[in-house]
């Protein structure tokens, strides 16, 4: 007999298909993620959930299930910093997760969000579609001229290295980076120990580390007090990396250049504060946001669920 299956979320269509062919599966036809309460009563009943970010797995989900029958959470997504692996892992739930796939797409609109903020793309196109430009003129909307600059990128893990290198090779950037450990760069890259001198030092900041408890945070108010004034910073990773509150104080202020930002501290919330700013590109989390790479994402996730229903090793387990 199939083993029961819960997808959370609506997904494309070839990947329900599968998921249909391989499992008694249950669509959940919502989407926005489960509830803690939600993701309980899913524990409960499924033998295998492909959950996504927004589908709270934390450590009172798993407290509150009552007798736990799912045996894997096979995430749709590289971050999984919704689900509390560690209680998963004591409440004997697997959880493995889509890395490799994501990378490309995600440097990508990590340099849409680089270019457009230095170039100014997103205000020049609020001033387009409002009639309200008057023609090109020698002085008009000048921004940062991105070629030859100094890119630092925190956390050089496969998103960091595949920003690494389209700035490197595409825009002739020179590249710092800071992570947790030494990467074996196949690029001119120097890695700097302490997080403030690359803050101090880069022209554009890329953030690419995990959320995790460690990096709650870590673009504090201090990191950014310390970026060169007419600095930017990307954000491609989780939003609580960046303290949110005290970006926009120097957006505002006008202390750095600007923020390009594709992830938020409470999403799908966006202060109003930040919606008023002409120096933040503002983008709804669309990193993987590509049909290709959401397919590649969901036959991954499907990999590991048909793997923990067949008791094999999970490719991609976390926990
Ligand atoms: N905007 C979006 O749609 C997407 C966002 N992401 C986010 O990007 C993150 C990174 O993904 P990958 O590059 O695949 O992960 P990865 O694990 O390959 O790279 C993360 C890097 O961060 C470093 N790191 C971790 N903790 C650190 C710390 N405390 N200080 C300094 N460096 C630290 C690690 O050493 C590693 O090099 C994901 O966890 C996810 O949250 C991923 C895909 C799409
Ligand atoms: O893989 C991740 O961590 C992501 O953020 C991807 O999630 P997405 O489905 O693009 O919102």
Redesign the pocket.
Known sequence: MKKTLLVTRPLPQSVLDACAREFDATFRDADHGLTETEAAEALGAYDAILCTLGDRFKAQAFAQAGEIRCGVLANF???Y?HIDAAAAREAGVAVSNT?DT??DA?AD?GLTLLLATARRAGEGERLVRAGQWSGWAPTQMLGSHVTGKTVGI???????QAVAKRCALGFDMQLLY????S?AVPLPAMQVDDLDELMGSADFIVV?????P??HH?ISREMIGLMKPGAILIN???GDVVDETALIEALEAGAIGGAGL??YENEPEVPERLRKLDNAVLLP????AALEVREAMGRMALDNARAWAKGLTLPNLVN
Not at 154 to 160: A, C, D, F, T, W
Not at 178 to 181: E, G, K
Not at 208 to 212: C, F, G, L, S, Y
């Open positions: 997504g590289v971050g910093n890395p994501v990378t995600t609109i925190v956390g050089m893990g496969r998103i960091g800071h992570s947790r450990s990467k690419t580390v995990p959320a995790t460690q990096t870590l491609i990773s989780r594709d992830v989390h669309l990193g993987t």
